[in-house]
């Protein structure tokens, strides 16, 4: 039940795309695709972004976007703004009805 | 509109106990897995446990384990914590969360405090 690792920040100018990742281990990304992705702003309650790898639940902007590769998952922002500022944090289901956070990365827009 | 609502948080010493509740609303609560995740101050977000629509199987992570109980109550569309032993690197936010597909968690709570400090 280690964290899944993700950079620490991230930045970009708006307009711009971006990517986190968020690398895990054969006995947690790389074994399913149950990877979402949450964006929680300061004082708030985390929102669901990306499920099941690369689904957007609605509502949802399409500028948001999520992939997998082996043990490692990214998040993609296209045409960064002002409002994506924010930490995000990648999950993955481990197995055993049991999931694991990642470390968290901070989006800074220039 | 589905709310979910925590409630119990609070100030309580080392190897003291407390009782989180969620009331959950705007969805029929038995028909969805619900997990409670917490976050330390200044701190990512870790899951600490989840229950099965019927409560028959429950799940801790590692840390908690012994310690912590998961329950609801489906009749009164309740969710709920059982700490006990508490430490202080249990202080945190403390969110219950409505988990869909994969293990996602689309509907959270607005979180409630516990800190365990002398």
């Known amino acids: 039940q280690s964290a899944l690792t993700q950079p620490a920040s991230v930045s970009g100018s708006p307009g711009q795309s971006i990517t986190i990742s968020c690398t895990g281990t054969?006995?947690?990304?790389?074994?399913?695709?149950?990877v979402s992705w949450y964006q929680q702003h300061p004082g708030k309650a985390p929102k669901l972004m990306i499920y099941?790898?690369?689904k957007r639940p609605s509502g949802v902007s399409n500028r948001f976007s999520g992939s997998k590769s082996g043990n490692t998952a990214s998040l993609t922002i296209s045409g960064l703004q002002a409002e994506d500022e924010a930490d995000y944090y990648c999950?993955?289901?481990?197995?055993?009805?049991?999931?694991?956070f990642g470390t968290g990365t901070k989006v800074t827009v220039l | 509109e589905v709310q979910l609502v925590e409630s119990g948080g609070g100030l309580v010493q080392p190897g003291g106990s407390l009782r989180l509740s969620c009331a959950a609303s705007?969805?029929?609560?038995?028909?969805?897995?619900m997990s409670w995740v917490r976050q330390a101050p200044g701190k990512g977000l870790e899951w600490v446990a989840n229950?099965?629509?019927?409560?028959?199987?429950?799940y801790y992570v590692d840390s908690v384990k012994g310690r912590f109980t998961i329950s609801r109550d489906n009749a009164k569309n309740s969710l709920y914590l059982q700490m006990n032993s508490l430490r202080a690197e249990d202080t945190a936010v403390y969110y219950c969360?409505?988990?869909?597909?994969?293990?996602?968690?689309?509907?959270w709570g607005q979180g409630t405090l516990v800190t365990v400090s002398s």
């Open positions: 969360a409505r988990t869909g597909g994969g293990y996602s968690n689309g509907y």
């Open positions: 705007g969805f029929t609560f038995g028909s969805y897995l």
């Open positions: 229950i099965k629509q019927d409560g028959s199987e429950k």
């Open positions: 054969s006995s947690d990304v790389g074994s399913y695709n149950f």
């Open positions: 099941e790898g690369s």
């Open positions: 999950c993955s289901y481990a197995g055993s009805s049991t999931y694991v």
